[in-house]
């Protein structure tokens, strides 16, 4: 597998001549899985072209690892297929259920957060680890609702699960910022629950503020509370690869790197503070 740090960003179609052609500095790209598992064809030329120069991630939308209906092994299989091809640093999904009865509802519907809910997480997520032969990395998704059967709050879920299964995580501080102004929880509460040595990546992104809730939109660029949240986690977990997903309203490329380009420096100084306290 590909080692994997420093600083990245999601590869969009949008961008794919930009990479090509002028190689802008970008520590490594995180790609969507299920755009490429059709084998042949002008997605995978793209892939395989880009891939020569920039190391790669592998994240996905359609495990529903959270879902009663059984893993769809056709699925894992085109997975595994693609793993082979990328050779990612590591391969991610959602903390989340997709659909029901063979029915995709298309959307990262979040878990309850029980017991019995954790149990068939861990289970399930063993599963999929032994059939790729590797760590799962799972992120947590944003949430709008809260269950009435929830016997824990969620970061104490994602932190056992990591811990019983071994699994990576994927922390979306965004996400984590999203969720707790629509539940009214103290986001650092959750950054502090998380298993250093278990978060393999970062995710930061935009989202639409509507007052009194957020919806998770990744439209728009890293909201200021956002980036004082990540700080927060820097300083709480120490380095983790960090990335920014842009997935509509998706600006030219160069618009990107310089918002990157503040992300590297917001980490750069948390982390010559920690030197210095270290």
Known sequence: MTK?????????PAHYADFIEHRPRVDWLEIISENYLIPGGRPLHFLDTIR????MVMHGVSLSIGSTDALDMTYLQQLKTLIERVQPGWVSDHLC???VDATNLHDLLPMPNTAAAL???VARVQQV????????VLENASSYVAFSADEM???ELVATLAKRSGCGLLLDVNNVYVSAVN???DPRTYIDAMPAAQVRQIHLAGHEDHGDYIIDTHDH????PVFELYRYTLQQLGWVPTMIERDDHIPPLAELLMELNCVRQIAGTVMEQRGKVA
Do not use: K, N, S, V
């Not at 994997?4 to 969009?12: A, E, K, M, S, V």
């Not at 660029?221 to 200021?224: D, G, Y």
């Open 183 to 185: 539940h009214g929880f």
């Open 119 to 121: 149990d068939h997480l």
């Open 129 to 136: 680890q032994e059939f790729l032969g590797q760590q799962l």
């Open 52 to 55: 020569r120069d920039y190391p």
């Open 221 to 224: 660029p890293i909201a200021e």
């Open 97 to 99: 259920w997709t659909g």
């Open 153 to 155: 709050p969620e970061w």
């Open 4 to 12: 994997i740090d420093g600083f990245g960003l999601g590869l969009r």
